[in-house]
């Protein structure tokens, strides 16, 4: 009878049947995250490649890969994931005009949400909310009072809205020259803060001017200096095109101008918009290629499994899909989710940081800030 050994998971070098095997390139630390996708992309079948570009992706156990959601937030503090240290709400940050304390604010975030993620995963948890990969911050500009959102923004200045932006992004993913602490995401992308009830048809036509200086700004900031590694397209269609499938978005400034490398994830449901709120394709396999043609990398929904039909209907190649996969795993290569721990520093990050109370004092500090008197000088007001 065989004797069978038991395959560890990730880094570990040997093979089934307990004989010794060749390391995959993608089990690798040495080599470059691009290396690594690329080789882990190359290994899998189409309809597991489709399953990995939904924010819920599942383990591929012949591969090593465990289950991973890609949905969290931490617009104020790491939610829906226990207890967590609570700041003011964006709003409230952004008057405080303290952008080294928004740095700080977010470095103690991403440190809570370490310490979360390396507990979870003590514990065998790939549940949503415990992951690396951060749905924050929101830099819409806040112009309209009928979008019940307002509080999530830094307001309807976009100076200011890029100068908190690419402070709570450096404070969120960190210095580390190998390793991001967590991933952050500039979200929606772009002209988003309509009223809640038009959002998932809303066709917005600003003028080139108030799209360059007011609702694009804040994004160049936070790509170009910030160097969020994650977008997330919006629900409203621009000039006729969906925000998710809109190739002067998402092409020509974002990885064109900007030169962005990160990969771009939708909102909740906006694939499912191209064909039902716009009415822009007609099904699901069409939007699908459409989006990922234009460079939306991951849906927040389940509407890729429709790609299989895609490529099997010539609407998309299978070539397209991998290189959004391919971003995809980069980051989950630059967050060291296949590394040994001990090659990580922020694995080592205990659960007694979250809610500590040294980070109680600095949300009171922020509290504190956030009450803005103004004095009505001379008449200014």
Same mark, same amino acid.
């Given at each position: 009878?065989?004797?069978?050994?038991?395959?560890?998971?990730?880094?570990?070098?040997?093979?089934?049947?307990?004989?010794?095997?060749?390391?995959?390139?993608?089990?690798?630390?040495?080599?470059?995250?691009?290396?690594?996708?690329?080789?882990?992309?190359?290994?899998?079948?189409?309809?597991?490649?489709?399953?990995?570009?939904?924010?819920?992706?599942?383990?591929?156990?012949?591969?090593?890969?465990?289950?991973?959601?890609?949905?969290?937030?931490?617009?104020?503090?790491?939610?829906?994931?226990?207890?967590?240290?609570?700041?003011?709400?964006?709003?409230?940050?952004?008057?405080?005009?303290?952008?080294?304390?928004?740095?700080?604010?977010?470095?103690?975030?991403?440190?809570?949400?370490?310490?979360?993620?390396?507990?979870?995963?003590?514990?065998?948890?790939?549940?949503?909310?415990?992951?690396?990969?951060?749905?924050?911050?929101?830099?819409?500009?806040?112009?309209?009072?009928?979008?019940?959102?307002?509080?999530?923004?830094?307001?309807?200045?976009?100076?200011?809205?890029?100068?908190?932006?690419?402070?709570?992004?450096?404070?969120?993913?960190?210095?580390?020259?190998? *390793?991001?602490?967590?991933? /952050?995401? =500039?979200?929606?992308? #772009? &002209?988003?803060? %309509?009223?809640?009830? !038009?959002?998932?048809?809303?066709?917005?036509?600003?003028?080139?001017?108030?799209?360059?200086?007011?609702?694009?700004?804040?994004?160049?900031?936070?790509?170009?200096?910030?160097?969020?590694?994650?977008?997330?397209?919006?629900?409203?269609?621009?000039?006729?095109?969906?925000?998710?499938?809109?190739?002067?978005?998402?092409?020509?400034?974002?990885?064109?101008?900007?030169?962005?490398?990160?990969?771009?994830?939708?909102?909740?449901?906006?694939?499912?918009?191209?064909?039902?709120?716009?009415? *822009?394709?007609?099904?699901? /396999?069409? =939007?699908?290629?459409? #989006? &990922?043609?234009? %460079?939306?990398?991951? !849906?927040?929904?389940?509407?890729?499994?429709?790609?299989?039909?895609?490529?099997?209907?010539?609407?998309?190649?299978?070539?397209?899909?991998?290189?959004?996969?391919?971003?995809?795993?980069?980051?989950?290569?630059?967050?060291?989710?296949?590394?040994?721990?001990?090659?990580?520093?922020?694995?080592?990050?205990?659960?007694?940081?979250?809610?500590?109370?040294?980070?109680?004092?600095?949300?009171?500090?922020?509290?504190?800030?956030?009450?803005?008197?103004?004095?009505?000088?001379?008449?200014?007001?």
């Amino acid at each position: 009878m065989a004797h069978w050994t038991r395959c560890l998971p990730l880094f570990v070098t040997l093979a089934c049947f307990g004989q010794p095997a060749e390391q995959p390139a993608y089990l690798n630390p040495d080599l470059s995250a691009e290396k690594r996708a690329a080789d882990l992309v190359s290994r899998m079948t189409l309809e597991e490649k489709v399953l990995q570009m939904q924010n819920s992706a599942p383990a591929i156990a012949r591969l090593n890969i465990p289950a991973y959601d890609w949905w969290n937030e931490a617009l104020h503090g790491v939610a829906r994931a226990g207890r967590a240290t609570v700041f003011p709400q964006a709003i409230g940050l952004a008057a405080t005009f303290d952008t080294d304390l928004m740095h700080r604010i977010a470095d103690i975030i991403s440190t809570e949400a370490r310490a979360k993620y390396n507990e979870a995963i003590r514990n065998d948890n790939h549940a949503r909310y415990y992951g690396l990969t951060f749905w924050s911050p929101n830099i819409n500009i806040f112009r309209d009072p009928r979008w019940g959102r307002g509080q999530e923004t830094y307001g309807e200045d976009p100076y200011l809205t890029g100068r908190m932006a690419v402070a709570f992004i450096k404070g969120m993913q960190g210095d580390d020259p190998h *390793y991001f602490k967590v991933i /952050a995401t =500039a979200k929606h992308y #772009a &002209v988003h803060s %309509g009223p809640e009830s !038009t959002r998932h048809q809303a066709d917005i036509h600003p003028s080139e001017r108030d799209l360059e200086d007011t609702y694009l700004p804040a994004f160049h900031a936070a790509i170009t200096e910030g160097k969020a590694d994650s977008v997330m397209c919006a629900y409203n269609s621009v000039d006729g095109v969906p925000a998710c499938a809109n190739t002067d978005l998402l092409q020509k400034y974002l990885r064109g101008e900007w030169k962005f490398q990160g990969y771009v994830v939708s909102d909740c449901g906006a694939i499912s918009d191209i064909f039902r709120g716009h009415q *822009y394709k007609p099904n699901a /396999a069409e =939007a699908s290629a459409v #989006a &990922v043609k234009a %460079g939306t990398d991951l !849906t927040c929904g389940n509407e890729y499994r429709a790609l299989v039909e895609a490529v099997k209907s010539g609407l998309i190649a299978e070539a397209e899909i991998n290189r959004s996969l391919e971003r995809l795993f980069v980051a989950r290569f630059k967050l060291g989710m296949f590394d040994p721990p001990e090659r990580v520093p922020f694995s080592k990050i205990p659960y007694s940081e979250t809610d500590s109370e040294a980070h109680r004092k600095v949300a009171l500090e922020a509290a504190r800030k956030a009450i803005v008197l103004l004095k009505n000088d001379r008449g200014v007001l």
